[in-house]
Nanobody, 120 residues
Framework: VQLQASGGGLVHDGGSLRLSCAASGTIISSVSMAWYRQAPGKERELVAAMTSSGHTKYADSVRGRFTISRDDGKNTVYLQMNTLKPEDTAVYYC???????????????WGQGTQVTVSS
């Protein structure tokens, strides 16, 4: 399984970006997928996750601003990020995992990360 993340960049406070995670070796509509982020000096944290049936889960800090979605035809997961803030600055990673009850469990299948920088 390979995950290829892209779409990061530099935006101003309040701007938008859309991240993409193209998958190969797995069918994303059959698995749970997620986006994580890691800021300098901080632990990697869950940002958003989606079950195979389309249920979603968001971190409190991004709920209402970020949207996780997927295109089954392109076997790609997206993270639409609106109203970006400087504290959203981090390297963003996609992950193939699983849900246990309402908890997303990350596996060792990670994309390479894409840098998002939000300037104030």
């Amino acid at each position: 399984v390979q995950l290829q993340a892209s779409g990061g960049g530099l935006v101003h406070d309040g701007g938008s970006l859309r991240l993409s995670c193209a998958a190969s070796g797995t069918i994303i509509s059959s698995v749970s997928m997620a986006w994580y982020r890691q800021a300098p000096g901080k632990e990697r944290e869950l940002v958003a996750a989606m079950t195979s049936s389309g249920h979603t889960k968001y971190a409190d800090s991004v709920r209402g601003r970020f949207t996780i979605s997927r295109d089954d035809g392109k076997n790609t997961v997206y993270l639409q990020m609106n109203t970006l803030k400087p504290e959203d600055t981090a390297v963003y990673y996609c992950n193939k995992g699983l849900f246990r009850a309402t908890n997303y469990i990350a596996t060792a299948t990670w994309g390479q990360g894409t840098q998002v920088t939000v300037s104030s």
